[in-house]
T-cell receptor, first 115, second 111 residues
Framework: GESVGLHLPTLSVQEGDNSIINCAYS??????FIWYKQESGKGPQFIID?????DKRQGQRVTVLLNKTVKHLSLQIAATQPGDSAVYFC??????????????FGKGTLLTVNP | NAGVTQTPKFQVLKTGQSMTLQCAQD?????MSWYRQDPGMGLRLIHY???????DQGEVPNGYNVSRSTTEDFPLRLLSAAPSQTSVYFC??????????FGPGTRLLVL
């Protein structure tokens, strides 16, 4: 079946460094991708999204890159701060039309920022 | 806007008991979903709804029922709780093909 997965389950970086979190997806028909941040004891929080007709999108300190050729998604966080420490999930949406809507999540990457 | 709200925050049940997890959103979102989150498993979709009166099964629907009588509310019912249903449950809502907004979660322990 189709799935979304992550290359690295944990990532530890120094404060001020840039972080890159990777995600592989297997459904070539997926047309929408989202990154979520989940802090301990809280629900996932939307960070940034990208549609399949784009290959890069930038937000505040975050950039998402989409490589459809190799079905790879990445989240780049610039100047990582201690407050960025959390679990990061990628998710893909394969909308087969009509009422079919299902968001599939990866298992998550734990980002730890060392002061 | 309150966003997505969930009640209760915590619940302990005995095996065989039934209960309803409440979820409400005030953003007029058409889509609502229920997920469960288990350690090392990420988020798994239980049931979802694309509008009032319409529900569909997700990845792990067994043991759960849902209904969507209004746009705002999407309760999740556990018919006969089992220890395997111990988990953290998240409700989410969104516009069609948009990012989902998650509630704070309900932590359920089934003894």
């Amino acid at each position: 079946g189709e799935s979304v997965g992550l290359h690295l389950p944990t990532l530890s970086v120094q404060e001020g460094d840039n972080s890159i979190i990777n995600c592989a997806y297997s459904n070539s028909a997926s047309d929408y991708f989202i990154w979520y941040k989940q802090e301990s004891g809280k629900g996932p929080q939307f960070i940034i999204d990208i549609r399949s007709n784009m290959d890069k999108r930038q937000g505040q300190r975050v950039t998402v890159l989409l490589n459809k050729t190799v079905k790879h998604l990445s989240l780049q966080i610039a100047a990582t701060q201690p407050g960025d420490s959390a679990v990061y999930f990628c998710a893909e949406n394969f909308n087969s039309g009509g009422s079919n809507y299902k968001l599939t999540f990866g298992k998550g990457t734990l980002l730890t920022v060392n002061p | 806007n309150a966003g997505v709200t969930q009640t209760p925050k915590f619940q302990v049940l005995k095996t065989g008991q039934s209960m309803t997890l409440q979820c409400a959103q005030d953003m007029n979102h058409e889509y609502m979903s229920w997920y469960r989150q288990d350690p090392g498993m990420g988020l798994r979709l239980i049931h979802y709804s694309v509008g009032a009166g319409i529900t569909d099964q997700g990845e792990v629907p067994n043991g759960y029922n849902v209904s969507r009588s209004t746009t705002e509310d999407f309760p999740l019912r556990l018919l006969s709780a089992a220890p395997s249903q111990t988990s953290v449950y998240f409700c989410a809502s969104s516009y069609p093909s948009g990012s989902e907004y998650f509630g704070p979660g309900t932590r359920l322990l089934v003894l």
